[in-house]
């Protein structure tokens, strides 16, 4: 009964710290704390860091040796001295020098795979919050100018609708505010929709209520950092690759020495028949592979991984090389188109417009004209900006310092 007390006490007191660790970990106040929480939760991240760790205990036991083995025999012996007789050795398989570092080089290829790919991981589930925080902010400025935009158009058809007789100009108006408002509507419902798989996303994902990351947004940097020239050589696409290179070449070592990549070797005794407690011969025993099947093909193949390996890596770096001068010219170019617009000034000139309506200086045609042109400026506006930020993302992944240098890649208000 104590020992059930015991374990139901200790199950309580791990289900508390567990929950207390959550809680702690989904505390959300701000885009950092969101940013954080993905790194550590993430099911990818959480995934890749695990192969981290088996590579890492993979890697330590590469060195070890191998466990010695035991052979013995025993028979009975029909002679003069009938009886039985035994034969025991202890044997311990000493593996090549080559063979042991063909181990040890897979062993790192392979841990130096997984923490590439860990780090590939954090990258994307970094740049997947900060694509998701700072297109909620772009659809919480998009629904509030449609709403802005519906109310005027149904505040404008409602006069319509009031007065006792409309010219045929006036009817045509109406049905066109009537067309554009439910188009409106339509544009306002797909937005909605949008937020909530944003965010059942994020929820997804930090484990957390949607009311703690509602009002979590983040906006473009004030001043849009200077791209140095940087170097792809520390990218996770190339270390993966690197990698890849690392464990066929010791996959080509392991096949060119597998025709004799170890012996074993070890003190044998052996006893009399008919005394098996008396020890009548004792040495040396060994055992050495005799290459005579050697086969060839193994080792072409393995060759053939090398250079097919070798290849792979130079194409991914004229690859990452291309995408990044092409990433470049795509943000200096994103920058200045975005500098070009002014959402201010938009937004007040569909205030005015409204007044030069409402003073019937403007016709209701140039008045949902205005509207429309606001609306798509604003969103091909918001569309420039998110590809200029993943340009500037992606650059800062492939020189790996988009981890490192979070701060100069958005700018956080709450």
Same mark, same amino acid.
Request: with cysteine; glycine share 4%; net charge positive.
């Given at each position: 009964?104590?020992?059930?007390?015991?374990?139901?006490?200790?199950?309580?007191?791990?289900?508390?710290?567990?929950?207390?660790?959550?809680?702690?970990?989904?505390? @959300?106040?701000?885009?950092?704390?969101?940013?954080?929480? =993905?790194?550590?939760?993430?099911?990818?991240? =959480?995934?890749?860091?695990?192969?981290?760790? @088996?590579?890492?205990?993979?890697?330590?036991?590469?060195?070890? +040796?191998?466990?010695?083995?035991?052979?013995?025999?025993?028979?009975?012996?029909?002679?003069?001295?009938?009886?039985?007789?035994?034969?025991?050795?202890?044997?311990?398989?000493?593996?090549?020098?080559?063979?042991?570092?063909?181990? %040890?080089?897979?062993?790192?290829?392979?841990?130096?795979?997984?923490?590439?790919?860990?780090?590939?991981?954090?990258?994307?589930?970094? $740049?997947?919050?900060?694509?998701?925080?700072?297109? /909620?902010? !772009?659809?919480? %400025?998009?629904?509030?100018?449609?709403?802005?935009?519906?109310?005027?158009?149904?505040?404008?058809?409602?006069?319509?609708?009031?007065?006792?007789?409309?010219?045929?100009?006036?009817?045509?108006?109406?049905?066109?505010?009537?067309?554009? /408002?439910?188009?409106?509507?339509?544009?306002?419902?797909?937005?909605?929709?949008?937020?909530?798989?944003?965010? #059942?996303?994020?929820?997804?994902?930090?484990?957390?209520?949607?009311?703690?990351?509602?009002?979590?947004?983040?906006?473009?940097?004030?001043? +849009?950092?200077? @791209?140095?020239?940087?170097?792809?050589?520390?990218?996770?696409?190339?270390?993966?690759?690197?990698?890849?290179?690392?464990?066929?070449?010791?996959?080509?070592?392991?096949?060119?020495?597998?025709?004799?990549?170890?012996?074993?070797? #070890?003190?044998?005794?052996?006893?009399?028949?008919?005394?098996?407690?008396?020890?009548? $011969?004792?040495?040396?025993?060994?055992?050495?592979?005799?290459?005579?099947?050697?086969?060839?093909?193994?080792?072409?193949? &393995? %060759?053939? $991984?090398?250079?097919?390996?070798?290849?792979?890596?130079? $194409?991914?770096?004229?690859?990452?090389?291309?995408?990044?001068?092409? /990433?470049?010219?795509?943000?200096?170019?994103?920058?200045?188109?975005?500098?070009?617009?002014?959402?201010?000034?938009?937004?007040?000139?569909?205030?005015?417009?409204?007044?030069?309506?409402? &003073?019937?200086?403007?016709?209701?045609?140039?008045?949902?004209?205005?509207?429309? !042109?606001?609306?798509?400026?604003?969103?091909?506006?918001?569309?420039?900006?998110?590809?200029?930020?993943?340009?500037? +993302?992606?650059?800062?992944?492939?020189? %790996?310092?988009?981890?490192?240098?979070?701060?100069?890649?958005?700018?956080?208000?709450?």
């Amino acid at each position: 009964m104590k020992h059930f007390k015991f374990v139901l006490l200790s199950v309580f007191i791990t289900f508390a710290v567990e929950t207390i660790n959550t809680a702690e970990i989904c505390k @959300i106040d701000k885009a950092t704390d969101a940013i954080s929480c =993905v790194l550590k939760k993430h099911p990818d991240i =959480v995934q890749t860091q695990t192969q981290v760790s @088996i590579s890492s205990i993979n890697k330590k036991n590469a060195s070890r +040796w191998l466990h010695p083995e035991l052979e013995g025999e025993v028979g009975y012996s029909r002679a003069e001295e009938a009886g039985l007789a035994a034969e025991f050795a202890v044997l311990q398989t000493i593996e090549t020098p080559t063979k042991r570092s063909a181990r %040890r080089a897979q062993a790192d290829a392979e841990y130096a795979y997984a923490f590439a790919l860990s780090e590939e991981q954090k990258e994307q589930a970094t $740049t997947q919050m900060l694509a998701i925080l700072n297109r /909620l902010r !772009q659809i919480n %400025r998009e629904k509030r100018i449609l709403d802005e935009t519906t109310n005027t158009f149904a505040e404008v058809i409602k006069r319509y609708r009031v007065r006792p007789a409309l010219s045929p100009e006036d009817q045509v108006s109406v049905e066109l505010f009537g067309f554009a /408002l439910n188009n409106y509507r339509i544009e306002k419902n797909q937005l909605d929709n949008e937020e909530k798989e944003l965010l #059942g996303t994020l929820k997804t994902i930090l484990c957390c209520s949607v009311s703690a990351i509602q009002k979590i947004f983040l906006y473009s940097p004030k001043v +849009w950092p200077k @791209i140095d020239a940087g170097s792809i050589e520390n990218s996770a696409d190339l270390a993966k690759e690197q990698a890849n290179i690392t464990r066929a070449k010791a996959d080509y070592l392991d096949r060119k020495s597998s025709s004799f990549d170890r012996f074993s070797v #070890g003190p044998y005794i052996q006893t009399k028949p008919g005394n098996i407690n008396k020890i009548e $011969t004792y040495g040396v025993k060994f055992a050495i592979p005799i290459p005579i099947y050697s086969n060839t093909k193994p080792v072409e193949a &393995g %060759r053939m $991984t090398l250079s097919s390996a070798e290849l792979g890596f130079e $194409t991914k770096k004229r690859e990452l090389e291309t995408g990044m001068e092409n /990433l470049k010219a795509k943000y200096s170019l994103g920058i200045k188109t975005l500098a070009s617009y002014n959402i201010q000034g938009m937004e007040k000139h569909h205030a005015r417009a409204k007044r030069l309506f409402d &003073g019937g200086r403007v016709s209701g045609a140039l008045l949902i004209e205005a509207h429309r !042109q606001m609306v798509d400026s604003i969103k091909a506006y918001h569309q420039y900006e998110m590809e200029t930020l993943q340009a500037l +993302w992606k650059i800062y992944a492939l020189q %790996r310092k988009l981890l490192t240098n979070l701060s100069e890649v958005y700018d956080e208000n709450i």
